[in-house]
C-alpha cells in the first residue's frame, strides 16, 4: 500500500515537471533570426514557372 502511494506520488512529481518544462517551451520567445527568416520567405516572389515545369 504503502510503495503505491509513492509511484502515485513519483507519477505526480513527473507529471507536474513535464507540464512545467512544456509550458516554459511555450512560453520562449521566437529568435529574431528565425524570424528575419520567415520575414524573408514571405517576401519571396512564388516560383510558379518551376511547378508548371515539373
Do not use: G, T, W
Not at 503505491?4 to 529568435?31: F, G
Request: proline share 4%; net charge negative; no cysteine.
Amino acid at each position: 500500500m504503502a510503495q503505491d502511494r509513492s509511484r502515485a506520488k513519483q507519477s505526480q512529481v513527473i507529471d507536474e515537471n513535464l507540464k512545467r518544462v512544456y509550458q516554459d517551451m511555450l512560453d520562449e520567445k521566437v529568435p529574431d533570426r528565425f524570424l528575419d527568416l520567415l520575414s524573408q520567405l514571405k517576401e519571396q516572389k512564388p516560383d510558379n514557372d518551376r511547378s508548371e515545369s515539373e
